[in-house]
């Protein structure tokens, strides 16, 4: 991948493509904070103080950051059919959605 060709978003295909256009993805953190939206600073910049701890020569600042939800549910996760339809839903996985994935 060029540089060029970079995506201009946080959302990239994948880590490989966020190193070859020479940004770094960092996280993350876990709260019980229901529906709240507003970051945590202070686990920002230490999120980004540990990663630069692992990371020499990181810039100072940071970019960006953002919060994703990850819903969870009390026992296991849900994978059922919708009434009679062809559409499955999978929810509740929490953070182990992408790892149960593969």
């Known amino acids: 991948m060029q540089r060029d060709q970079c995506p201009k978003s946080a959302a990239v295909p994948s880590l490989r493509s966020a190193a070859q256009c020479g940004f770094t993805i960092a996280g993350s953190t876990t709260e019980t904070v229901g529906f709240d939206r507003t970051l945590d600073l202070a686990q920002v910049v230490k999120l ?5 701890r692992w990371i020499p020569g ?13 819903p969870g549910v009390d026992g296991e996760p849900r994978v059922e059919r919708w009434r009679d339809s062809n559409l499955w839903l999978a929810y509740g996985h929490f953070r182990n959605g992408i790892c149960w994935r593969l």
């Open 48 to 52: 980004h103080e540990e990663t630069k």
């Open 58 to 70: 990181l810039p100072d600042e940071w970019e960006s950051a953002w919060i994703g939800f990850r």
